[in-house]
Nanobody
Framework: QVQVAESRGGLAQPGGSLRLSCSASGDTRCISSIRWYRQPPEKPRELIAMLLSSGVTFYPGSMKGRFTISSDDPQELVYLEIHSLEPEDTAVYYC?????????????????WGRGTQVSVSS
């Protein structure tokens, strides 16, 4: 069973930068993709970025420019860099890992979430 845990959130000033971390453990060879989400107070959770096991990255149009997802191979440590922070970036940030079935690799499908890390942006 794969597990993920977020860290490195905290308080930052507008215009600053943060680098969040997502640590994956368990059978990490089964991970097909890692996603970062965020959930502002009393608002729906939204996708920020996705990293495929192939190294391909994806960002929704609304998230392009200030966010960068990257990892240390083999995806045991995934980062989310946020630049030019704005108060609207205040939210709980979540890491999500997806594993896909593979009879050869003895992998099963799963959708695993961390408990989140708080990011607060204010002057």
């Amino acid at each position: 069973q794969v597990q993920v845990a977020e860290s490195r959130g905290g308080l930052a000033q507008p215009g600053g930068s943060l680098r969040l971390s997502c640590s994956a453990s368990g059978d990490t060879r089964c991970i097909s993709s890692i996603r970062w989400y965020r959930q502002p107070p009393e608002k729906p959770r939204e996708l920020i970025a996705m990293l495929l096991s192939s190294g391909v990255t994806f960002y929704p149009g609304s998230m392009k420019g200030r966010f960068t997802i990257s990892s240390d191979d083999p995806q045991e440590l995934v980062y989310l860099e946020i630049h030019s922070l704005e108060p609207e970036d205040t939210a709980v940030y979540y890491c999500n890992a997806e594993t896909l079935p593979s009879e050869i690799r003895y992998c099963k499908y799963s959708d695993v979430w961390g408990r989140g890390t708080q990011v607060s942006v204010s002057s």
